[in-house]
C-alpha cells in the first residue's frame, strides 16, 4: 500500500472523466467505487449534464449523496426529487443567450426538467440527445421561456470562437453569473452560485466532511473551482495542460482507466504492480 492522506469524499466530474469517450462506466470504474465505499470514502459526481441524464448511472454506481446537475445548480436525490436549485436571473439570462448569438454560436436552454433548442439538427444535439438518454424540445425561439432557467450552453466546434466566448461572458458578467466551459465545444453559463467549487462547499457542509479531506477528479476548466475547495485534486490525462497545471495530481486518459487509476493509486494508496 502506497501513503495517501485521508479522504472521506470523492467528488467526480462525468464526461471525459468518470465515463470514456463513448460515454460508458467500466467494469473497473465500478469497481474502484465500491473499494472506496468498502474503505469508508463517499462518492459523489457532478456535471454539466441535468439531473436526468445523469440517472443511467445512479444503481451501478449505487449513489447515496446529493448528486449535483448543471455544475450546481440543481441538487437532487436519486429519484430525481429537487433538493436545492439555482437559476439564471431572467435579464442575465438574455444578456447570455445575446453573447452567444453575437459570437455566432448555437444555443441551447435547459429549464426544469425541458431542454430547449431552435434547431433539431444543429451540432451536437443528437449526440447530447444519446449522451443524456432523452430528447430536446424543439421551439421557435426562446421568447417567454427565460424565467426558470438552469443553464444556458453555447455551441461550436470553433474551439477558439467558444473559448473567446467564455472570456467575454466572464467579463460581461462578473460576479452576476458563472460562464465557463464544460467541453472545448460547449460554454456553460448558470447562476452566480451555481459551480463546482460551490458544489465542493455544498457537499462539505451537508456530509460534514472538511474540505482538506475531500479528492476532486475532473478534466474542464469548470472542474478548477472544485480543485481549489479540495485537499486532493487530479486531474485526467485528456485535460489540457491549462487544467493539469491547477491540480495536485495527474492521471491517465478517461480511455485509458485514468478515473479507475486514479482512486487506486491516490485514494486508496494501491501500488500498481
Not at 31 to 60: H, N, Y
Not at 209 to 227: C, K, R, S, Y
Request: glycine share 6%; proline share 4%; with cysteine.
Amino acid at each position: 500500500m502506497a501513503d495517501v492522506k485521508k479522504i472521506s469524499l470523492v467528488l467526480a466530474d462525468v464526461d471525459g472523466t468518470l465515463v470514456t469517450e463513448q460515454k460508458l462506466l467500466t467494469d473497473r470504474a465500478k469497481a474502484a467505487v465500491r473499494a472506496l465505499k468498502a474503505a469508508g470514502v463517499r462518492f459523489a459526481i457532478t456535471s454539466g449534464r441535468p439531473p436526468r441524464g445523469m440517472a443511467m448511472l445512479f444503481d451501478d454506481l449505487a449513489l447515496d449523496t446529493p448528486v449535483a446537475g448543471f455544475n450546481g445548480g440543481l441538487f437532487v436525490n436519486t429519484d430525481l426529487s429537487i433538493i436545492e436549485q439555482k437559476t439564471l436571473p431572467p435579464d442575465v439570462a438574455a444578456e447570455a443567450l445575446k453573447l452567444i448569438g453575437a459570437h455566432e454560436m448555437d444555443a441551447w436552454v435547459y429549464s426544469g426538467n425541458d431542454w430547449l433548442v431552435t434547431k433539431a439538427k444543429a451540432p451536437h444535439v443528437d449526440r447530447e440527445a444519446w449522451t443524456v438518454k432523452f430528447q430536446p424540445t424543439v421551439v421557435a425561439n426562446f421568447d417567454g421561456r427565460l424565467d426558470k432557467v438552469a443553464k444556458i450552453v453555447g455551441i461550436s466546434d470553433d474551439l477558439e470562437r467558444v473559448k473567446k466566448c467564455e472570456a467575454d461572458a466572464q467579463a460581461a458578467f462578473g460576479a452576476k453569473a458563472t460562464a465557463s466551459r464544460s467541453q472545448p465545444y460547449y460554454l456553460d453559463v448558470t447562476h452566480k452560485d451555481a459551480n463546482k467549487g460551490a458544489v465542493a462547499d455544498y457537499l462539505s457542509d451537508h456530509l460534514h466532511i472538511p474540505e482538506a479531506e475531500i479528492a476532486t477528479i475532473g478534466d474542464q476548466p469548470n472542474d478548477v473551482l472544485m480543485f481549489k475547495r479540495s485537499g486532493l485534486s487530479i486531474a485526467m490525462g485528456n485535460a489540457s495542460d491549462e487544467v493539469k497545471a491547477q491540480a495536485t495530481e495527474t492521471t491517465a486518459s478517461y480511455n485509458d482507466e485514468g478515473f479507475a487509476k486514479a482512486m487506486e493509486r491516490f485514494v486508496l494508496g494501491v501500488v500498481e504492480s
